[in-house]
Antibody, heavy 116, light 107 residues
Framework: EVKLVESGGGLVQPGRSLKLSCAAS????????MGWVRQAPGKGLEWIGE????????NYTPSLKDKFTISRDNAQNTLYLQMSKLGSEDTAIYYC?????????WGQGTLVTVSS | DIQMTQSPASLSASLGETVTIECRAS??????LAWYQQKPGKSPQLLIY???SLHTGVPSRFSGSGSGTQYSLKINSLQSEDVASYFC?????????FGAGTKLELK
């Protein structure tokens, strides 16, 4: 069974940084692109970006490219999202997902709240 | 970036009814189109990929169609468990983009 479990969310002050993790199991992690999507409270889905199998290609939505960094550790079957200079507009549930073109499998999400 | 315009924003329908949700891309996305269902408090779930292919385990009352810039999701014989929000997504070109969503409620 494919399982994706995000962690690392919580309350963070404006201007600070936060790193999210996504632990993958039930499939061969290093065979798949992986991605991140976020959803602000009561809003729609926003594609953040995705990373290929050996980390040689990472694509971002342009508005977040200078703030967010996606990485992965294939030995640990873990995907990461490093977020910097956080603002209130970054308050959202952050989902990791396995990219098969579309996102066929999603985690349960982790809530990040940016507030003083 | 490719813009995805989804309509309607909300929809109210009766049990057993057929509903259709539309998605228009700002340029040709060559069937690189997925539909997701999201129930309250849950993660999105893939329903349709490549515009018209049903994802594993998805009931056959869901179907997708379209080409070029115009795509649609149809739900036949609406069931109570179909109450959810639905999102389209293009994955033809980076950055991938989602439609704004359609909230489906029971009448």
């Amino acid at each position: 069974e494919v399982k994706l479990v995000e962690s690392g969310g919580g309350l963070v002050q404006p201007g600070r940084s936060l790193k999210l993790s996504c632990a993958a199991s039930g499939f061969s992690f290093n065979d798949y692109w992986m991605g991140w999507v976020r959803q602000a409270p009561g809003k729609g889905l926003e594609w953040i970006g995705e990373i290929n199998q050996d980390s040689s290609t990472i694509n971002y939505t342009p508005s977040l490219k200078d703030k967010f960094t996606i990485s992965r550790d294939n030995a640990q079957n873990t995907l990461y999202l490093q977020m910097s200079k956080l603002g209130s507009e970054d308050t959202a549930i952050y989902y990791c997902a396995r990219s098969d073109g579309p996102f066929a499998y999603w985690g349960q999400g982790t809530l990040v709240t940016v507030s003083s | 970036d490719i813009q995805m315009t989804q309509s309607p924003a909300s929809l109210s329908a009766s049990l057993g009814e057929t509903v259709t949700i539309e998605c228009r891309a700002s340029e040709d996305i060559y069937n690189g189109l997925a539909w997701y269902q999201q129930k309250p408090g849950k993660s999105p779930q893939l329903l349709i990929y490549n515009a018209n292919s049903l994802h594993t385990g998805v009931p056959s009352r869901f179907s997708g169609s379209g080409s070029g810039t115009q795509y649609s999701l149809k739900i036949n014989s609406l069931q109570s468990e179909d109450v959810a929000s639905y999102f389209c997504q293009q994955y033809y070109d980076y950055p991938y983009t989602f439609g704004a969503g359609t909230k489906l409620e029971l009448k």
